[in-house]
């Protein structure tokens, strides 16, 4: 329903081809950078190697690593979903795609997860250390219960019934995530916004609260107690008598 221009304009001036060189640079030196999109046609979750495709010399890699980026913030019936033209054994068609969190608000790549296996490879070609691989997720908001009294509105109860289930969904992403850290044999370290942070600011995007959040995150992250072992509300049992 929104015009999704403006932020076609700020990814345009931000995602240039310097910064498109910097990532094919970081790619080719053994890094990642991954983006989620939904496919809304297949109804399945797709993920993109951002890196790759800067690194792939193709005329169009910039206009598609900014299609990516658009198509993963296009929340559906909010913003327009972004178009992909695709051509499959000489059949041309388009193929339509929106915010990745419809899937998944959270995903690692079978190839990041597998960390083991990559050290077991490097250890076969002469690597002669055997560290235990970390995983880190951060999310930029929280899984704490936000009790708020509803209006009696189907609007209103619509609106709270989506954001429940966004919740919902993004903890079940989370819990898969440790799950496979327990089979895999890797750490699994996890932080969100600290349950006291109060946002004192009308818009959901302000630079001084952004600002100010941040130093928050940097000092729990240099005196050591930024990050759990667990997901939030893993083992946790209902008290109530």
Known sequence: MSSSEPLQELIARYVDDALLATIAEEYRSGRGLYVGTSNMDAQRFMIWNMGAIAASGHPDALELFRRVLLASASVPAMT?????????????????HADGGLHSQFFVPLRVIDLPAAIREAQENGFDCAPTPRMFVIRNARFTPDPEQVERSIPDIAGRTISTMIQAMGQADLYQIYAITRVRGSDFHYGEVPKDFVWNADQEFDGDEMRRLFDIAYELGFNGTAWSDTP???????TAQ
């Open 232 to 238: 939030p509300g893993l083992f946790a049992v209902n």
């Open 80 to 96: 327009p979903p972004v178009f992909f033209d695709v051509e499959i054994d000489g059949e041309r068609f388009d193929e339509m």
